[in-house]
């Protein structure tokens, strides 16, 4: 446990640089991400690339993606890249638990083949997927993206039966473009570079990273996040490093907060005696070599005077001190404030003082976005940025919609539970979740409970942006006349007769013909929405409310006669 983690109220340490899952902020990066893998892993077998600068936060979105791998999906994961051909066969057979022949006149290369083509086959026709995840994939030598190159050409008459996930630095995608790897490289069929965090990102990535750690307070103050980034360029990496620093010298110093200053020294503490220790040994040999150099005129000085008048000279060369010339006092100066770098360091392992940790922590704050999840059954913990909100919608199987100029009649006929923003008495904006809406009020969930208020009061003070999420079949995006889409056209007819028992269902052949749009047409006149036969977002938020009680509406205001 570490010794600040009491001090500053939290359960765990948040800025470990072990890749947890748990961690991962779904940066606008790491959607895109997400996305291009999961668009790889879809398609029938082929190499899918993940790549990224150190520390960019490759293996942490690996390990977040494999966890929340369906379960018809195998995974054999090697770590060591630096393996020969043998060896990387046998690893991937012993992570699928394929069972190799003890004893064979064959070579073990062709048993790993042989015995991973079988099983295979055999995981294929039992309607399982299997992915080879290899890390640090930049090191893998000619001979083992050869045998990768002819592992993905495993396959029955209609199906690839392998997907490759590489992951690896830059470096890789130089290999891959070379003349001799282009048969690989042309096997690519999704990749991504994962870019560091952007300079807005910074912030929430670190709230993100203490709220999950417990955190119930800001802690680290705006300039320091500037700061940060310019230290760190964005690497999630290290920003943990220099955080963990900072947090120990606010632990130690007292502070409540961390401020830019204390994460300037923490960065110092990191880097600058690493760069000190590296050219102090070199600076040290230049000074000896420049005062060595002197030395031995002064003694050739003193030789050739001795010949002619020693007691003289003599007497002369006693009372000169050693001179060492201006250009080499800095490089002593340096080597001398080593110390001075190392006292912050010492001070955050021995306090002075014992920080006084028994005053009462800040009470716990509502989470608006947590909320809004809350509102569908799907408990999820605080979130801090609307990024975290469309990454965990896509993950819960909903859509995720954020409108900016909406007014009252369209939040009335979207009828979801939203984020709204409201300006408050100092002029900031503070988010809070919508619960009903009336003609005549607003029902709130806010830090202090639900509140209600008039609607001449929120539409003076809202700002028009509505963030709210809808159930989103996953294989649906829209449809329109001469559409051919029989998965979306089943949907719409079973939608249609859950809510109308008398609904017959038409047999279209798949197509979106002019007899399924007329109903269509019927039923968005009936509910009083947009009449164009076309089956888009408010058609089908109308379709999911109408078919399922359990839907999450934007209620009428009501509360008990004590809380008005």
Not at 55 to 62: E, I, Q, R
Not at 206 to 220: E, K, Q, S, T, Y
Not at 235 to 244: D, E, G, M, T, W
Not at 409 to 420: E, S, W
Request: aromatic content about 6%; glycine content about 4%; overall charge negative.
């Amino acid at each position: 446990m570490s010794i600040y983690q009491q001090y500053f109220a939290l359960n765990c340490e948040p800025f470990s640089i072990v890749p947890d899952p748990g961690f991962l902020y779904p940066s606008s990066q790491h959607r895109q991400a997400v996305a291009h893998l999961k668009y790889g892993l879809d398609r029938e077998g082929g190499f899918v690339l993940l790549t990224g600068e150190v520390g960019t936060g490759k293996t942490t979105l690996t390990r977040t993606l494999l966890k929340r791998m369906p379960a018809h999906v195998r995974v054999a994961y090697v770590l060591n890249s630096t393996l020969e051909v043998t060896d990387v066969l046998a690893s991937i057979c012993q992570e699928l638990s394929i069972d190799l022949p003890k004893s064979s006149k064959t070579s073990l290369t062709k048993n790993c083949i042989d015995a991973l083509n079988s099983d295979l086959i055999t995981a294929h026709a039992e309607g399982k997927k299997t992915l080879v995840v290899i890390e640090e994939a930049q090191n893998l030598t000619p001979e083992v993206l050869e045998i990768l190159r002819l592992l993905s050409n495993l396959e029955t008459a209609t199906h690839k039966l392998l997907h490759i996930l590489l992951v690896g630095q830059p470096e890789l995608l130089e290999t891959l473009a070379q003349k001799d790897q282009r048969q690989l490289n042309q096997r690519v069929v999704a990749r991504f570079h994962l870019l560091p965090l952007a300079k807005s990102d910074v912030a929430n990535y670190v709230n993100h990273r203490l709220h999950h750690a417990g955190a119930n307070r800001a802690i680290f103050e705006s300039a320091a996040m500037t700061r940060l980034f310019k230290l760190t360029k964005g690497v999630p990496r290290l920003i943990n490093l220099i955080c963990h620093h900072a947090l120990l010298a606010a632990y130690a110093t007292g502070a409540k907060t961390v401020s830019a200053k204390l994460v300037k020294n923490a960065a110092k503490e990191i880097f600058d005696t690493q760069i000190v220790e590296k050219n102090s040994s070199r600076k040290w040999l230049v000074a000896l070599f420049i005062a060595g150099f002197f030395s031995l005129l002064i003694a050739e000085r003193y030789d050739s005077s001795q010949l002619n008048n020693p007691v003289e000279e003599a007497e002369i060369i006693v009372d000169v001190e050693p001179v060492i010339p201006e250009q080499v006092q800095p490089l002593i100066e340096v080597v001398e404030s080593e110390e001075i770098l190392m006292e912050p360091l010492m001070q955050a392992v021995i306090p002075v003082s014992e920080p006084d940790v028994t005053q009462d922590s800040p009470a716990v704050l509502t989470n608006p976005f947590a909320d809004l999840f809350a509102a569908w059954s799907i408990e999820v913990e605080p979130l801090f940025s609307e990024e975290e909100v469309f990454a965990l919608a896509e993950i819960n199987n909903l859509g995720a919609e954020k409108l900016t100029d909406a007014e009252n009649l369209q939040l009335v006929a979207i009828d979801r539970p939203g984020i709204i923003w409201i300006k408050e008495d100092n002029g900031r904006l503070k988010s809070h979740l919508l619960m009903a809406l009336d003609d005549d009020s607003v029902l709130l969930k806010t830090d202090s409970g639900d509140r209600r208020e008039s609607l001449q009061w929120f539409n003076e003070r809202w700002n028009g942006a509505y963030l709210f999420l809808w159930h989103s079949p996953s294989d649906i995006k829209s449809l329109r006349l001469g559409d051919k889409d029989s998965i979306a056209l089943d949907w719409v007819q079973s939608q249609l007769q859950l809510i109308d028992s008398n609904y017959l269902p038409f047999i279209t052949g798949g197509n979106y013909t002019e007899v399924i749009r007329n109903r269509v047409l019927d039923f968005q006149t009936l509910q009083g929405i947009r009449a164009d036969g076309v089956v888009g977002r408010q058609t089908i938020m109308r379709l999911n409310q109408l078919a399922d009680p359990n839907i999450p509406r934007l209620g009428v205001v009501e509360l008990e006669e004590g809380n008005l």
